[in-house]
């Protein structure tokens, strides 16, 4: 069979001539197509967009650390000591300064010296005294700590300021989001592909493992991890719920695997000889992730709010970490000080409907009775 | 005739979708007398099923009835309050529908479901409306009613389920029943029942049909009327004995030219396109007639070879002796001592029943239970079987997409049963599948590009990708489409233009041997004709081998040199396609053939007559 320019064929009737049209949509750009026009996803979507940023950017936002200083002769970074400790601790200023930094004694320390400092000279893990930052009072502690012009969020009975804090407790909110959830998905993405695609035993295997682990409270099995090891961090956290939260996904796709196998381009793909790697990434694991992606979105909602329940309860990330949780259990002591309630619950708040809302947005614009009806 | 049952005049009904106005019927004129079948016949997309919803409003939310009058009984449906027309469905005018299997609520008994409707619109005891279900369930057909009456769906096999829906839409005595495409679902033999069915109590009821399809045969079964919708319009309506015996408008010729019939004489089928050119400018679409010139006819009935049967010795191993003057003139046999391409001996394919906890095996389903059959080299072997009868599950055993039970698929010698990884993979180079539903056999994600390349990437042909994309190219124009089309996604296409394609794919590796499973079922008749058209081409291009699987005699018999006709996984009967045809031996076949909706014009006078006279009778009584 040679497969040259076919001669011209007098009894075929070609299909109608096309009509010039748009380039081709693949399925993501269809999807997204779908997705911009829901006003409240959108907007959803850019909140977590923005809260991204603001963790990204929280050390140059509120800190008492500069941004960048050159010191001796140096650039130097110490605001990087908010993401990690040591790296600030290597750094001749902070050494030099006793990571105490004030414009003043920079000057003492190096009279060449100078710095770019955060927008608001606040600290997350600490009360800022007195004349810290020239000219400047002390936060005010105790029951004072009410917003003002320095404190734009107020206090806690600590004096931490609670915009500081607020600003550092994002970071924790997504990490804690993406990394719990980032563990479930690989896990219940790889369960559940292997359950649905090879089936049998392995299957019944796998099934009655997702139903354990769907017994296990996730928020028991922290309290008894946390009360074992010695010095519990969020990290510690965010693995237990990765480990505890994949059994829905799982299933979901084990489903998906279940149903897409039968298909009959998956079948087609096997009679052209397609083997069994290239049936699972190529053909069916594309087709598969789309519904496993609102699950996914609402399983980062439930664990930002399972981590801010954890350090309401006094459970969570010990301090010196900044969580909103930790905030809200400083506030129920006085329903007097109402900031301490209000400011990290509406954060709470926004943060879970943020992703509720996109998770249900990707399911309308993923939903597979829109797909053909895209046509 | 003073009033008419149901008049529709100028009816527009559009869909205001994101991408713009969709006309789905633009401006279409119906009238349906009292007692009257009115048949509406098109293609899908053509707007009949809008139609018949918006006699009875039930159309989707972004669908509005623009303008027109749609009268009962003199008054006009569109403007009624949906309470008022809530009391008017079912009682006056009901509806069945395409799929008995999702048309009754399957945690219900089928009694429940239908005095339920009983007792929504009449004022009876619960008692009553029992006793008139019961009576009902033996008007339809269905057998042992006393005990039926107390079934759920799920014990009811299709046919009788569709039977529950007709007496369902009768049990408040309609004027006027819509029938949308209720047999399509359904196979031939229980088709021609439930149409006998229908008739039947339109003659002694007096009730009038609206009945929607897009096969011209059951309009012939079944219409007195007849109107023939394109593209939202209504191109022809009269009737039925005139439209089938001088159609006017080029599409219905088209239309009736284009679908293969158990007598068809041509050994390629007409196209639509032979008959009309549709040029559209914007929204507006003029239709143009084209003449068939004498040399395309000519053409059609002689171009092509004739039937190809197995070697003369064979024959008469098989109980179908040649006889000199019994065949078409241009039949071949295969010569003696060829070897078959393929021969599949004894194929078993048996699916266990596991039951309990522990999955012990209970039982086995005997999909295919001993089959055997040779393939020659250049053949077509047809395989037909109502559903369930193990015709696919055979086909996805001899390409090794399940795992055969029992018995030798030899493929050129080779027994492909017990060939695996490499050996297998190779194999797949020669032998392939194409599947029926054009939606389901492409995968979504892929480009045009990527899915034609890929087979050629696993059997290692071409050398670069370039290569590969140039063939990917010619392929798609081997097909009838064009190289332009490769970035595109599937679901840009037709169903037609995606099953082009999937040939294409099929083609990709450069098989010798195709089996083809049900590939154009799902397609229109005008498309179905294309693909017909192209299937043909190719093999006698390619020396192609095909096993062609339907459930739709006519088709099979268009396209095979020999049948086998499966029942219960095993094959009944085996011999040369026209000899089957034309004399069956046992009676499964014999009933089959005698299912297929028939559309000559004496065969539909007979069907008026026999109308007239229960008319007649009627009401004389």
Not at chain 2, 471 to 479: D, G, K
Request: hydrophobic content about 45%; aromatic content about 6%; overall charge positive.
């Amino acid at each position: 069979m040679t497969l040259r320019s076919p001669p011209p064929e007098p009894l075929t009737a070609g299909p109608p001539a096309s009509r010039p049209r748009p380039p081709s949509r693949g399925y993501w750009s269809e999807v997204w197509r779908r997705y911009r026009q829901k006003r409240l996803g959108v907007l959803a979507l850019l909140y977590v967009v923005a809260l991204s940023l603001v963790a990204l950017l929280s050390p140059a936002i509120a800190g008492t650390k500069p941004v960048l200083c050159r010191f001796e002769g140096r650039w130097q970074a110490p605001c990087l000591g908010y993401f990690v400790e040591k790296w600030e601790d290597r750094m001749p200023v902070a050494r030099k300064l006793r990571k105490r930094y004030s414009p003043e004694r920079l000057k003492e320390a190096d009279p060449e010296s100078w710095a770019i400092w955060p927008l608001v000279f606040q600290d997350p893990y600490r009360r800022v005294r007195a004349n810290e930052w020239p000219g400047r009072p002390g936060n005010p502690s105790g029951m004072e700590g009410r917003p003002s012009r320095l404190n734009w969020l107020g206090t806690t009975p600590t004096g931490v300021d609670v915009f500081a804090q607020l600003v550092h407790g994002s970071r924790v909110a997504l990490l804690v989001g993406f990394v719990s959830t980032g563990i479930a998905a690989l896990i219940g993405i790889t369960l559940g592909a292997l359950a649905g695609y090879y089936g049998g035993w392995l299957d019944v295997l796998l099934s009655r493992a997702i139903e354990v682990v769907m017994c296990v409270p996730a928020l028991v099995l922290i309290l008894a991890l946390l009360a074992v090891v010695d010095k519990t961090t969020i990290w510690h956290t965010m693995v237990v719920l990765g480990l505890t939260s994949w059994t829905g996904i799982a299933r979901l796709m084990r489903a998906e695997f279940l149903k897409l196998r039968e298909m009959e381009y998956v079948l087609a793909a096997r009679a052209l000889g397609a083997g069994q790697a290239r049936v699972m990434f190529r053909h069916i694991l594309p087709n598969a992730l789309a519904p496993v992606l609102v699950p996914i979105t609402f399983g980062i909602a439930s664990a930002i709010l399972i981590e801010n329940a954890l350090s309401f309860l006094g459970f969570g990330s010990p301090p010196p970490n900044a969580s909103w949780g930790n905030l809200l259990k400083e506030g129920q002591r006085s329903l007097s000080m109402w900031w301490l309630v209000l400011f990290p619950g509406t954060a709470i708040f926004l943060t879970v409907l943020a992703y509720n809302l996109i998770g249900e947005t990707l399911q309308e614009a993923t939903d597979p009775r829109l797909r053909e009806a895209a046509k | 005739m003073s009033v008419p049952l149901l008049e529709i005049e100028n009816l527009r009904t559009y869909f205001h979708t994101d991408d713009g106005v969709v006309r789905a019927v633009d401006g279409v004129s119906l009238k349906i007398e009292e007692g009257q079948t009115l048949g509406v016949v098109g293609e899908s997309g053509s707007g009949k099923t809008v139609t018949a919803y918006s006699v009875m409003r039930l159309l989707a939310p972004t669908a509005r009835i623009e303008s027109g009058r749609i009268a009962f009984l003199g008054k006009d449906l569109v403007g009624l309050p949906e309470r008022e027309l809530r009391q008017m469905r079912g009682r006056d005018i009901s509806m069945i529908f395409q799929e008995p299997m999702t048309s009754l609520n399957p945690v219900y008994t089928v009694g429940w479901q239908v005095m339920e409707a009983i007792l929504l619109h009449q004022k009876v005891s619960r008692a009553e409306a029992r006793r008139r279900t019961i009576a009902l369930f033996r008007e339809v057909g269905i057998p042992d009613p006393e005990t039926r009456v107390d079934a759920y769906p799920h014990q009811l096999s299709g046919g009788q389920k569709q039977r529950v829906m007709i007496a369902m839409a009768l049990s408040c005595d309609p004027k006027l029943l819509i029938a949308d495409e209720p047999s399509t679902a359904l196979d031939v033999t229980i088709q021609a029942q439930i149409l006998d069915i229908l008739r039947q109590l339109r003659d002694q009821r007096g009730m009038s049909i609206l009945f929607i399809t897009h096969d011209l045969g059951v309009i012939a079964e079944i219409a007195d009327h007849v109107a023939v919708m394109f593209q939202g319009r209504l191109v022809e309506y009269g009737p039925v004995l005139d439209i089938f015996s001088r159609p006017q408008h080029p599409y219905t010729k088209g239309l009736m030219a284009c679908r293969p019939r158990l007598h068809t004489p041509y050994k390629i089928l007409p196209t639509v396109a032979d008959f009309m050119e549709v040029q559209s400018r914007g929204a507006e679409l003029t239709i143009v007639e084209k003449q068939m010139p004498p040399e395309r006819l000519a053409q059609l009935t002689t171009q092509g070879r004739g039937r190809l049967l197995h070697p003369r010795s064979r024959l008469a191993q098989i109980g179908h002796p040649w006889e000199e003057g019994q065949h078409a003139p241009d039949t071949t046999c295969v010569p003696e001592g060829q070897s078959p391409l393929l021969s599949v001996q004894e194929l078993k394919v048996h699916f266990p029943i596991r039951r309990g906890l522990l999955m012990r095996t209970v039982g086995h389903v005997k999909a295919v239970d001993g089959i055997s059959f040779d393939v020659y080299r250049g053949q077509t072997l047809g395989l037909v079987g109502e559903s369930g009868c193990g015709k696919t599950t055979a086909g996805r055993a001899i390409v090794r997409l399940l795992e055969p039970t029992a018995g030798r698929i030899l493929f050129d010698g080779q027994d492909l049963a017990r060939l695996s990884g490499r050996q297998l993979r190779a194999m797949r180079r020669r032998m392939q599948i194409i599947f029926q539903d054009p939606y389901g056999s492409m995968n979504p994600r892929m480009t045009i590009e990527a899915a034609l390349t890929e087979p050629m990437v696993i059997q290692g042909i071409g050398h670069s990708s370039r290569e590969r994309r140039d063939r990917a190219a010619a392929l798609l124009e081997e097909v009838g489409l064009e190289a332009a089309h490769l970035r595109r996604y599937p679901h840009e296409f037709s169903g037609g233009q995606r099953q082009r394609i999937c040939i294409a794919r099929a083609l990709a590796v450069e098989p010798e041997f195709l089996i083809c499973d049900e590939s154009v079922s799902a397609l229109d008749v005008s498309v179905q004709a294309q693909v017909l058209n192209l299937l043909k081409r190719l093999q006698e291009k390619h020396h192609l081998t095909y096993i062609f699987i339907s459930h739709d005699l006519s088709v099979v018999k268009f396209m095979a040199d020999m049948i086998a006709v499966m029942k219960d996984g095993r094959i009944v009967e085996f011999g040369p396609s026209d000899t089957i045809y034309a004399h069956p031996r046992t009676e499964y076949t014999r009933q089959l053939i005698a299912a297929v909706p028939k559309d000559d014009l004496e065969h539909i006078r007979q069907r008026q007559a026999a109308r007239l006279a229960a008319r007649a009778q009627r009401l004389s009584a």
